[in-house]
Every structure is written in structure tokens, then in C-alpha cells.
């Protein structure tokens, strides 16, 4: 599976951003989750979709993003509202399909190439 990250942008704090996820073919089977990376930081686990339908949040971002798919499109969405300057980071999307913890990241064995988020405050 290849899956393209895309979105990211440069906002101000308190905007929004949509990122999406899109896979190279079905994957409706897999957990699907997004990571973030800032300079200097270890990688952080923000959100997951698992197969069956479950969202997983990190604590930094729960009540401000939002996962969700697209089966029909093979894409998987993070709505990213109310935008802090400590979100600021490169978003990974990543797939697994073994049903593993979904918040590490070495759980996943396919990765997109990710995206910059930016805000400013």
C-alpha cells in the first residue's frame, strides 16, 4: 500500500486545516492513523481510525481534530480545528493491518511521505 499525504499549509493560530490521507488501493481493513513529528521532538501519535470504525485521539489534540475515512476514495481526513503553534509539525499518515496497539508507531509498516503543518501565533 502507497499513501499520499496532503494539506498541510501555513495558518494562524485558531484556524483550520484538513489533511488527507489517500492509499494506492482498498483499505478498508486497515487501522489508519496520523503522527507528527516537530524538530528537535520524538515522533507523536495524534489520531487513529481503526478497520472496524474506532477513533483513537492523542491528548494534545482530543476535541480539536477530528479522523475519519472515505472508503469509496481510499482516503482517510484529519479536520485539524482550533490550531495552536505547538501543533506545529510534520503529519505523517501510516497504515497496519495486524491490529496492534494503534498508537505506536511501530506498529505500522506503511508509511506516507508527510506533510508541514504550520502555525503561526
Known amino acids: 500500500v502507497q499513501l499520499q499525504a496532503s494539506g498541510g499549509g501555513l495558518v494562524q493560530a485558531g484556524e483550520s486545516l484538513r489533511l488527507s490521507c489517500t492509499a494506492s488501493r482498498r483499505i478498508s481493513s486497515y487501522t489508519v492513523a496520523w503522527f507528527r513529528q516537530a524538530p528537535g521532538k520524538e515522533r507523536e501519535f495524534v489520531a487513529a481510525?481503526?478497520?472496524?470504525?474506532?477513533?483513537f485521539y492523542g491528548d494534545s489534540v482530543k476535541g480539536r481534530f477530528t479522523i475519519s475515512r472515505d472508503s469509496t476514495k481510499n482516503t482517510v481526513f484529519l479536520q485539524m480545528n482550533s490550531l495552536r503553534s505547538e501543533d506545529t509539525a510534520v503529519y505523517y499518515c501510516a497504515a497496519q493491518m495486524i491490529g496492534r496497539s494503534v498508537s505506536v508507531s511501530e506498529n505500522y509498516s506503511y508509511w506516507g511521505q508527510g506533510t508541514q503543518v504550520t502555525v503561526s501565533s
Open positions: 481510525h481503526s478497520w472496524s470504525g474506532d477513533t
